[in-house]
C-alpha cells in the first residue's frame, strides 16, 4: 500500500544509533503554561528567526542545540524524500533496524541518490504522522551531520508531540 515492507521488525533489540541517543530520554515534560510565560523574550525584542533546518541538524548534532528546539524545527521543516515506483516512503532494511532516509536540502537528497533521483516533500509533523510503526528515520545520510534515530526514538517524538498538542 505504501510502498514498503509493513511487518514489524522481529530481531533482537540493539543498541541505540549514534550519540544523540544514548538511551536518555530526549522529550522530557513539556513546561506548564505559567513557565512557558516566563520563558516568553522580554517585551520590546522581537525573538530571533530559527535557524535553517540543515543548521539545526548541524547545532543539534554537535550538542549545540536541545532535543526540545530540534524538534519544533523538525515539525516545520520541508523534508526531502526519496521517492519509488509506488507511493510512499522508501526503507533501507540493510540496517541494524529498518529506516526511512531522509535529507534536510534537495542538495543533500541528490548526493545520496544521484541528480536525477525523483523525490517527494512532506514537513516534519507530517513524517512523524505517516512512519510506519517499528521504522527509525537517517537524515542526510551522506552528510557531515548525519543523524540516525531507532524506532524507539522516533515514537518518543510522537508521544512528546502529542502531549504537546493535547496536553
Not at 548526493?111 to 528515520?137: I, N, W
Amino acid at each position: 500500500m505504501y510502498g514498503y515492507d509493513q511487518t514489524p521488525y522481529q530481531g533482537q533489540q540493539q543498541q541505540p544509533y549514534g550519540d544523540a541517543y544514548n538511551g536518555q530520554q530526549l522529550y522530557p515534560e513539556p513546561p506548564q503554561p505559567q513557565q512557558q510565560a516566563a520563558a516568553a523574550p522580554a517585551a520590546g525584542g522581537a525573538a530571533p528567526a530559527p535557524p535553517s533546518f540543515t543548521d539545526a541538524l548541524r547545532a543539534y548534532t554537535s550538542g549545540a542545540l536541545s532535543s526540545e528546539e530540534f524538534h519544533d524545527i523538525f515539525l516545520a521543516a520541508k523534508i526531502y524524500c526519496p521517492r519509488g515506483e509506488t507511493p510512499g516512503f522508501l526503507a533501507l532494511h540493510n540496517t541494524q533496524q529498518p529506516v526511512i532516509p531522509l535529507f534536510t536540502s534537495l542538495r543533500e537528497l541528490r548526493r545520496y541518490a544521484g541528480k536525477e533521483s525523483r523525490y517527494f516533500t512532506v514537513t516534519g509533523g507530517e513524517v512523524l504522522d505517516l512512519l510506519p510503526t517499528g521504522y527509525g528515520f537517517a537524515l542526510d545520510m551522506e552528510g557531515e551531520h548525519r543523524l540516525v534515530l531507532e524506532a524507539a526514538a522516533v515514537n518518543e517524538m510522537v508521544d512528546y508531540t502529542m502531549r504537546r498538542m493535547y496536553g
